[in-house]
């Protein structure tokens, strides 16, 4: 007797524009996922919103009578629902976008002004993958984290008598996806000036990651920015891959600079978490500090096991914490992991690590930790 078929996933789309309603309902339904309703405006999709409780909400940014950013801290306050924002690829889109994963969206999709339809035909793909990433969101940790990132920075844990080490002796390199906008802020500012130089990619397009950066450095004590071809990584410094290039870490004598580079999807991405990974195993090896948080996938998972053969320290975001635990999941299963920390421990634990010398590893056991196979 065959096994009974997985529910589809339920999708409301609300967007003013007819078309894209269209186009969008016409994708996903084509994939497999049911639009159960849609809407022009959020005054008219509450009504539909609360009585049908889809499993994912697609909703417009900028629309009449009520933006989507509002609709969204309305829905997340009182009837919690994984959303998808859908953006247009301009300087305001990308930081309102940005405005609505700080605010609990789970990740967007992106439309131009002009050549809607072809446009969406090339995207198909990554539309559907993001709704079916949506749809397995945690919301407890998505929930969380608006509480964790609050306007006041973090306090950072007391630093004791022993120096971080010596200016380019250790480098931090991190990888997220799905979830990542929010978790990377609580990290990024519980971190000091003192902080060895941080390279970090972020599944991102391109355009997305400046106002990423920008963000980030107006929050933190320390300097983010998105990465440039030929930059040194320095102490107090963040680097964030340009969205649409690959990032890699190269030695230059005592220092570290990255190089940014195109190339093809890695792991069905670009920026790659394993192309990073996997250069900062090959080049820094024990003096590397790794961590792979939340995402959808596998990217990253093999380039951390790659760091932790190297000699460095690796830690991945543990299932409670983690929006989408599909990365962190697979570098665990992959023996890749040194630590298994919840969100909130992930940058005590890179301070302690950078006041260990290069090759040695400050012990913690890995306990309690699911790492079945089945998708997340």
């Given at each position: 007797m065959n096994a009974p078929r997985p529910p589809r996933t339920r999708v409301m789309i609300v967007d003013d524009s007819a078309v894209v309603r269209k186009h969008l309902s016409d994708r996903l339904e084509a994939a497999g996922i049911e639009v159960v309703a849609t809407a022009s405006d959020p005054l008219f999709a509450w009504p539909k919103l609360r009585s049908l409780q889809p499993d994912v909400l697609v909703l417009d940014v900028e629309m009449p009578r009520m933006d989507g950013i509002s609709f969204?801290?309305?829905v997340m306050a009182e009837q919690p629902t994984p959303v998808v924002m859908c953006s247009t690829l301009t300087e305001a889109g990308c930081e309102v976008t940005l405005e609505a994963l700080a605010a609990g969206a789970v990740g967007f999709v992106t439309k131009p002004k002009a050549g809607l339809k072809?446009?969406?035909?090339?995207?198909?793909?990554?539309?559907?993958?993001?709704?079916?990433s949506a749809a397995r969101a945690n919301l407890g940790a998505l929930g969380?984290?608006?509480q964790a990132a609050r306007p006041a920075p973090l306090t950072p844990p007391?630093?004791?008598?022993?120096?971080?080490?010596?200016?380019g002796s250790r480098v931090i390199a991190m990888g997220l996806s799905t979830g990542g906008v929010q978790s990377i802020e609580v990290v990024l500012r519980a971190l000091p000036v003192q902080t060895p130089g941080i390279v970090i990619v972020q599944h991102m397009p391109a355009g997305f990651t400046a106002s990423l950066a920008a963000r980030l450095n107006g929050l933190c004590d320390i300097e983010v920015a998105e990465a440039r071809h030929g930059e040194r990584v320095l102490p107090g410094r963040a680097l964030i891959a340009p969205g649409g290039r690959h990032m890699r870490l190269r030695r230059q004598g005592s220092q570290f600079v990255v190089e940014v580079i195109d190339?093809?999807?890695?792991?069905?991405h670009r920026p790659s978490v394993d192309v990073l990974f996997r250069s900062v195993a090959q080049q820094a090896g024990a003096a590397a500090i790794g961590v792979i948080m939340t995402g959808m996938g596998d990217d990253g998972a093999r380039g951390?096991?790659?760091?932790?053969?190297?000699?460095a320290l690796t830690a991945a975001q543990d299932q409670?914490?983690?929006?989408?635990?599909?990365?962190?999941?697979?570098?665990?299963?992959?023996?890749?992991?040194d630590a298994v920390l919840p969100l909130p421990e992930i940058a005590p634990w890179l301070l302690q690590q950078a006041r260990v010398a290069p090759g040695q590893r400050v012990a913690r056991a890995i306990s309690g930790v699911n790492t079945d196979t089945s998708p997340h």
């Open positions: 969204l801290r309305q072809s446009f969406l035909e090339d995207q198909a793909n990554d539309l559907v993958d993001t709704v079916r969380a984290l608006p007391p630093l004791p008598a022993a120096p971080l080490g010596p200016p190339g093809p999807l890695i792991n069905h951390l096991r790659d760091m932790h053969d190297a000699g409670a914490s983690s929006v989408v635990f599909g990365m962190p999941k697979e570098a665990i299963r992959l023996g890749a992991a």
